[in-house]
Nanobody, 124 residues
Framework: QVQLVESGGGLVQAGGSLRLSCAASGLIFSSAVMGWFRQAPGKEREFVAAIRWSVERTYYADSVKGRFTISRDNAKNTVYLQMNSLKPEDTGVYYC?????????????????WGQGTQVTVSS
């Protein structure tokens, strides 16, 4: 059974930074892709970033490119999302997700497992 547990959310001022973590278990890591999505109140869930576990390749939404960095620590089975230069529009619940298969994807429907989410609030 796949388990994903996010942590690291919180309240930060615009221009600040946060690092989210997602601890994963139950995955066949060699064939997995990990993604971060977010959902603001009243809006649909949107893609933020994804990383292939086996051979590190990354993919970002245009809205976060150059500000956010996704990475993974194989030894800790953990994926990170480093968020810099945060803006109020980055506010939302951030979800970690996992999919089987090595193709990077921004489509939430292709992800099989989801964490419970962690709140990020950026004040202006």
């Amino acid at each position: 059974q796949v388990q994903l547990v996010e942590s690291g959310g919180g309240l930060v001022q615009a221009g600040g930074s946060l690092r989210l973590s997602c601890a994963a278990s139950g995955l066949i890591f060699s064939s997995a892709v990990m993604g971060w999505f977010r959902q603001a109140p009243g809006k649909e869930r949107e893609f933020v970033a994804a990383i292939r576990w086996s051979v590190e390749r990354t993919y970002y939404a245009d809205s976060v490119k150059g500000r956010f960095t996704i990475s993974r620590d194989n030894a800790k089975n953990t994926v990170y999302l480093q968020m810099n230069s945060l803006k109020p529009e980055d506010t939302g619940v951030y979800y970690c997700a996992a999919k089987i298969g090595s193709g990077l994807s921004a489509d939430s429907r292709s992800y099989n497992s989801w964490g419970q989410g962690t709140q990020v609030t950026v004040s202006s």
